[in-house]
Structure formats: C-alpha cells, structure tokens
C-alpha cells in the first residue's frame, strides 16, 4: 500500500545545478500537487496538475517546472538551483480537488542548495 | 488574500494534561477547514475535514471544532504518541486550492 512514493529522500545540489524530483502515487488520483515547506511558514503551493497533460501554477512556480505524461507520475524539475530553494518539497495527490477528498501526501524531499 | 494563523507555534504538555490548539483564518467564504498531523521527517497524515460553524468531529483524544473564524483542536488526556506538528488549512468557496497555517508542534512528555 505505497500511496504517494517520493525520490530521492535527500539532495544536496550547487548553485545552478538542476535536478529532477520524482512523486508517484498508486491510487489512480487525477489530481497531483507539489508543495513546498519552509521553517515556521506553511506550505506553499508551487505547481498542480488535474489530469494527465494539463498543470498549472500555484503560489511560488518560479525557478520550477513540471509536467504530467502519465496519471501516476507528477516530477517537479529545478533548472537552475537557487539558494532560496534550500526547502523540504512535497508531493501530494488526491481524487479531486476539495470537499470531502483530502490530499494524500508524500514523505517529502529534503533538498539543500549550497 | 486568505490567511491561516496557528497558535501557538510550540506545546508542551505532561501526559495527561489536555489543552487546545487554534487556528484563525481569513477567507472569502469557507468551503472547508482541515487538520492534519505531521511527524517529523514525514508528510502530513489527513485527520479530520469540517465544512460549518458549529461542527465537530472526533478521532480518539482528538476533537476539532469549528466557528465562523476559528477551529479549535483539542487534545483530551494527551499521551506521548500525540506528540506532532499539526496543520490546519483552508479552502475558500472561489478555489479549490488549500492555504495552510504555519503549524503547532506539540511536545507531550510521560
């Protein structure tokens, strides 16, 4: 019963490197979201997607990207890392947006920019 | 703009001693408030959802109530395994996007 499967756990990156970070979930959820957490703030919305072929940005899309070929997977992509991209990412999924269906989250990515 | 503010930030509480976390918020209309739990090095875990003012709803020594600007979460004869980060947030009736609160992290000690 995996749920939403995040890679990797940890990552430590240099100044204008870029990585990809995977999020994939196993309940057939149509909607996918990336968040990210920073010390006494709360989660910020920085991408989400309704379906396969179609996202939009949140609060915080820049410096991000993503994209959504498949229901399963939803990879958030840094192109050029930034210091102010030092944050504990995480992917989370739902069957849609709202009312009654709660967002499943992942443990999260935990990624340093130094 | 809509806005959730948590109080307080940190807990600490002797096994056993209940007390109350709070969560205000500002929006433009509520289409719902939720409360999740957080253990260190996880991803929020999904508690309880409530849509109106004079709604609650239980879960073991938990209890989250709702008025028209807050929710209250209470925790009834706290033990150890309570001891978490919990988030509230809350999605405006014009979106269906969740605006979360900075968080309380409550300590209970045996």
């Known amino acids: 019963n995996a749920g939403v499967t995040q890679t990797p756990k940890f990552r430590i990156l240099k100044i204008g490197q870029s990585m990809t970070l995977q999020c994939t979930q196993d309940?057939?959820?149509?909607?996918m979201y990336w968040y990210r957490q920073d010390p006494g703030m709360g989660l910020k919305l920085i991408y989400y997607?309704?379906?396969?072929?179609?996202?939009d940005k949140g609060e915080v899309p820049n410096g991000y990207n993503v994209s959504r070929s498949t229901t399963e997977d939803f990879p958030l992509r840094l192109e050029l890392a930034a210091p102010s991209q030092t944050s504990v990412y995480f992917c989370a999924s739902s069957p849609r947006m709202g009312g009654n269906q709660p967002q499943h989250f992942g443990d999260g990515t935990r990624l340093s920019i130094l | 703009e809509d806005q959730v503010t948590q109080s307080p930030e940190a807990l600490r509480l002797q096994e056993g001693e209940s007390s109350s976390l709070n969560c205000s918020y500002t929006?433009?209309?509520?289409?719902?408030l939720f409360w999740y739990r957080q253990d260190p090095g996880k991803g929020p875990e999904f508690l309880f959802t409530?849509?109106?003012a004079g709604e609650e709803k239980e879960k073991e020594r938990l209890k989250a109530t709702l008025t028209k600007k807050e929710s209250f979460l209470h925790i009834t004869a706290p033990k150890p395994e309570d001891s978490a980060t919990y988030l509230c947030?809350?999605?405006?009736?014009?979106?269906?996007?969740?605006?979360f609160g900075a968080g309380t992290t409550v300590t209970v000690r045996a």
């Open positions: 947030a809350v999605q405006p009736l014009n979106d269906y996007k969740l605006s």
């Open positions: 997607s309704v379906g396969a072929g179609i996202t």
């Open positions: 929006v433009s209309g509520l289409r719902g």
């Open positions: 309940m057939n959820h149509n909607y």
């Open positions: 409530l849509y109106s």
